[in-house]
């Protein structure tokens, strides 16, 4: 008998929500468990800046009478304290009871960090490192390449790069196979029967849970292959800003340095790139990280506004370190949508780039990966003891 027209594409339809079927949960075995360990990993990072800070009270500073020393002078103040160190950047606040930080080029000891630490703006004297900088920047370490070290594992960063793949495909096929009857009814999307028990209850939070906190998934996936892969990297900036292109390939190429000559930056020239910030945005600014300057080459800057929607909505300025002249700069308001995303690629992974209410979703939705992971393992075990049972 001849199959009519229009059951055909029920047959392949019902086909291929069977594939996708099996193949979330078999993925779902795989990676669960790393996104689940991913997930409450991002968690405890969510609101690390504040834990430090509240933890940190040498992050704060007695005000003082006297002056506050010129970026000249707190160099070399450094460099007495630390003379084997090299000094990469020097963060400077505009709040008078804020200490300074000091960015040092990190150590084999160090992993995979660059040690900040806080100064003294009056005195120049070396305040430590946050409370706590060492456990976040592990705890880091383990999100991005599932070591604890602190180093880079490229082993780590492919296991969570395709596990961050695979939390696309689940978001996209669970919103395949979960598509309400009545997708415009939002029940039928933010509620969930906790009456129910055993196999339907798992069920349930497994759907309800992945509607809600799907669009997050997404943007935290895309965003964390940034961190992951080169070639995705190169082909975002390819998509979102073709003309960063050149620039970025550039900037991935390994540099070296003889250490003897990195010792000897010049960093007689940083007052007069400060005095061309201060001057160019005097009261609006919040807190200006220089990044001293390699060889000729322009003091790179970023600036960060009383104004700014986030803290890493940078202006970003280069400066003539001998003359003070401005020789380029990207404000942060100013940035068209591809390169803003490009400039945002952390604070969106974060969910900072929106406020706190988004940082707090964000909080919740990575705390919710282990959810997924033990209902999915649940089903996969009610399911596989059922087979055997008939």
Request: aromatic share 8%.
């Amino acid at each position: 008998m001849k199959q009519s027209p229009g059951r055909r594409p029920f047959k392949e339809r019902l086909q291929l929500r069977r594939a996708l079927f099996r193949l979330h949960g078999l993925l779902g075995l795989s990676a669960g468990l790393v996104l689940a360990l991913m997930g409450l990993s991002g968690a405890m990072m969510s609101f690390e800046d504040e834990i430090m800070a509240a933890l940190s009270p040498q992050a704060r500073v007695a005000v003082s009478t006297r002056a506050l020393l010129a970026p000249d002078a707190l160099l070399a103040r450094v460099h007495e304290q630390r003379p084997q160190e090299l000094i990469t950047a020097l963060k400077i606040e505009s709040d008078r009871e804020r200490a300074y930080t000091v960015t040092l080029k990190r150590r084999p000891a160090d992993g995979g960090r660059n040690p900040r630490i806080y100064l003294d703006p009056y005195t120049g004297k070396l305040l430590g490192e946050s409370t706590g900088a060492g456990v976040f920047a592990r705890v880091r370490s383990f999100h991005r390449y599932l070591t604890l070290s602190g180093a880079k594992s490229e082993i780590g960063r492919h296991v969570t790069g395709v596990s961050a793949i695979c939390l696309i495909f689940f978001a996209l096929s669970g919103l395949y196979l979960r598509w309400p009857k009545h997708p415009f009814d939002w029940r039928s999307w933010l509620c969930i029967d906790l009456s129910l028990r055993g196999g339907a209850l798992y069920r349930a939070l497994h759907r309800g849970m992945g509607g809600m906190v799907l669009l997050f998934y997404l943007s935290s996936a895309l965003t964390g292959l940034w961190w992951s892969y080169d070639w995705y990297r190169q082909g975002m900036v390819s998509l979102l800003a073709p003309q960063a292109a050149d620039a970025l390939s550039d900037k991935s190429r390994p540099r070296t340095m003889p250490v003897a000559r990195a010792r000897t930056l010049n960093t007689a020239s940083v007052d007069t790139v400060w005095a061309t910030v201060a001057a160019r945005y005097g009261a609006r600014l919040d807190s200006v990280e220089i990044l001293l300057p390699r060889g000729d080459g322009p003091a790179r800057v970023r600036v960060l506004p009383k104004d700014a929607s986030h803290d890493r909505a940078f202006d970003e300025l280069r400066i003539n370190p001998r003359s003070g002249v401005l020789v380029g700069k990207t404000l942060y308001a100013d940035l068209p949508a591809g390169p803003w995303i490009l400039a945002n690629m952390d604070p969106i992974h974060t969910g900072a780039v929106f406020g706190l209410t988004s940082r707090v979703l964000v909080f919740l939705a990575s705390l919710c990966l282990p959810l997924f992971t033990l209902t999915g393992l649940l089903l996969f075990v009610r399911r596989r003891r059922a087979k055997s049972m008939r």
